[in-house]
């Protein structure tokens, strides 16, 4: 996936609503581990599996599970070396659930003053409720609370 694709999933809607989505929250998680690691390293041969088990820390047999069932669903596909590429609908997943997760520590930490740690792992358990509606409702809210969003 090129930057430029990467730019486009950013705020592109998941065309499934969430209540019929067909991702579990542990899909969601993957997808979510591999854009970051793939918006950090911009490295066009994708991520590699060692790298998504330190991100989540699990064990490289976890994610190359996850990975079987999710090049299936084809959210994302591997090269031979094993390197791991989000498809353009993993990517609007990533995109989506990976700025829930911003959104939502944002609200804990600086309207409701939960502690960072907290405030991080609740994101990403919550990050899996939202519909886009929801998010860009959410993220107006907080843009007039003068909190905007960061990149990481
Ligand atoms: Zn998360």
Known sequence: MSDAEAERAVMKEPTTPVEQRKLS????DYLEAIYRIMSKSKD???????????????????????VSSLKEGGYVSQSHYGRIRLTET???YGAHTW???????????????????????EACLMEHALSHDTQVRWLRHLEKQGLTLEDE
């Open 90 to 92: 993993g990517a609007i």
């Open 99 to 121: 700025r829930c997760h911003r959104m939502l520590r944002l609200f804990l930490e600086r309207e409701l003053g939960v502690d960072p740690e907290t405030a991080d792992a």
């Open 44 to 66: 066009p041969e994708g991520v590699r599996s060692v790298d998504v088990a330190d991100q989540m820390g699990v064990s490289k047999a976890s994610v190359n599970k996850a």
């Open 25 to 28: 929250m542990s899909s969601e």
